[in-house]
């Protein structure tokens, strides 16, 4: 499995497959029992704990944008101008707004479907659910990246990916190199 893989969560929950959005519609959630009872949402397997000395809650595990059919190099070169976003930082993400900020580790400025140069400090803001409506092409190029989720002062593994997207407006933040 995927580095964020566990067979069962941190309240006994057996892990399962969540899809989240399918056809741009939000079919569920990520819970823990608490959060499952609270909302009455059905239990996801994400109560999720750093260690025994702490209290489980709801989060990601391995969390991805599913393959599309475009072209990834067909789907740059219909930018006119943008950022390509190779890696990414920490960030933050407020679960009650959507509203989320990340830091870019590797970008590239594009313009007029040309990759030019790279770009430093560049930050990524905007609203979750808008910008979800903002994508206009899905590559065919799914990869997947380790890393951790950190919540309520908690570290844990997970796995996060997705093939390339383009997405029509997003507020960027930075200098060029």
């Known amino acids: 499995g995927l580095y964020g893989s566990y067979p069962f969560d941190g ?3 057996l892990s399962r497959r969540t899809v989240l959005i399918k056809d741009g519609v939000l079919k569920s959630f990520l819970t823990d029992l608490l959060s499952s009872r609270q909302g009455g949402f059905p239990v996801s397997g994400n109560g999720r704990r750093s260690s025994f000395r702490h209290p ?8 991805f944008i599913m393959n599309g059919d475009g072209d990834p190099e067909e789907i740059v070169s219909g930018v006119e101008r943008g950022l390509l976003v190779l890696k990414m930082g920490g960030g933050e993400v407020n679960p009650t707004s959507g509203d989320f900020v990340f830091h870019v580790t590797e970008g590239y400025l ?20 808008r910008v979800l409506m903002e994508i206009d092409a899905v590559g065919n190029d799914l990869h997947f990246d380790p890393g951790v989720c950190g919540k309520s002062g908690q570290q844990v593994p997970v796995t996060d990916g997705q093939p390339t997207i383009r997405i029509r407006q997003l507020v960027v933040g930075g200098s060029e190199a």
């Open 110 to 129: 594009v313009s007029r479907g040309k990759r030019l140069y790279p770009v430093r400090n560049a930050m990524l803001t905007g609203n979750g659910p």
């Open 56 to 63: 489980p809650v709801p989060r990601m595990s391995n969390t």
């Open 11 to 13: 309240e006994g929950t």
